[in-house]
T-cell receptor, first 115, second 114 residues
Framework: NAGVTQTPKFQVLKTGQSMTLQCAQD?????MSWYRQDPGMGLRLIHY???????DQGEVPNGYNVSRSTTEDFPLRLLSAAPSQTSVYFC??????????????FGPGTRLTVL | GENVEQHPSTLSVQEGDSAVIKCTYS??????FPWYKQELGKRPQLIID?????GEKKDQRIAVTLNKTAKHFSLHITETQPEDSAVYFC?????????????FGQGTILTVHP
């Protein structure tokens, strides 16, 4: 199993450009999420999904869109990049089970710089 | 929503010493508390977790304790080694959810000096 994969590893954008960060998992996990990591602020939840066709906002959703057309893929779209979106982005997935919690597996991350 | 506070933000110890990192949470309905380790340039990885039906859990040199009354939980690393140097994050779920929506602490940079 490849686990959780993300592309690209690095990306530089100019202000106003759009792009899509890709995330895929091969563990048949229902739950997938996107976090951004900034120095001194831990990991903050952007968007999450509990299954194909179901998405919801996390703590910092503004400026980002997501969709979940398949169980495996959960792309994150930046509509009009801003310098404040310079960060490291992590995708994560976990199995879902009513009334219990399961380990979240993280992808390797995408380092994004917006000039 | 859940608020998780983590202390200290940096911790420096000598090899062989113990290290303790503490987290407090706000949602009394939270019942799952994982700890993640992130080495420089790498992804976060789960090292230990505890559920609210126990007060302590150990795995070799690491242990986690939970005090539900006070709403805090701690990570204990004994006999620290240089390879324990990393950033450690605690987390707690948005209370009452049966899926993985986690709130993370701000992180602790642990440095173990040989």
């Amino acid at each position: 199993n490849a686990g959780v994969t993300q592309t690209p590893k690095f990306q530089v954008l100019k202000t106003g450009q759009s792009m899509t960060l890709q995330c895929a998992q091969d563990m048949n996990h229902e739950y997938m999420s996107w976090y951004r990591q900034d120095p001194g602020m831990g990991l903050r939840l952007i968007h999450y999904s509990v299954g194909a066709g179901i998405t919801d906002q996390g703590e910092v959703p503004n400026g980002y869109n997501v969709s979940r057309s398949t169980t495996e893929d959960f792309p994150l779209r930046l509509l009009s990049a801003a310098p404040s979106q310079t960060s490291v982005y992590f995708c994560a997935s976990s199995a879902l089970a009513a009334g219990t919690y399961n380990e979240q597996f993280f992808g390797p991350g995408t380092r994004l710089t917006v000039l | 929503g859940e608020n998780v506070e983590q202390h200290p933000s940096t911790l420096s110890v000598q090899e062989g010493d113990s290290a303790v990192i503490k987290c407090t949470y706000s949602d009394s309905a939270s019942n799952y508390f994982p700890w993640y380790k992130q080495e420089l340039g790498k992804r976060p990885q789960l090292i230990i977790d505890i559920r609210s039906n126990v007060g302590e859990k150990k795995d070799q040199r690491i242990a986690v304790t939970l005090n539900k009354t006070a709403k805090h939980f701690s990570l204990h690393i004994t006999e620290t080694q240089p390879e324990d140097s990393a950033v450690y994050f605690c987390a707690a779920p948005k209370g009452g959810t049966s899926y993985g929506k986690l709130t993370f602490g701000q992180g602790t940079i642990l440095t173990v000096h040989p």
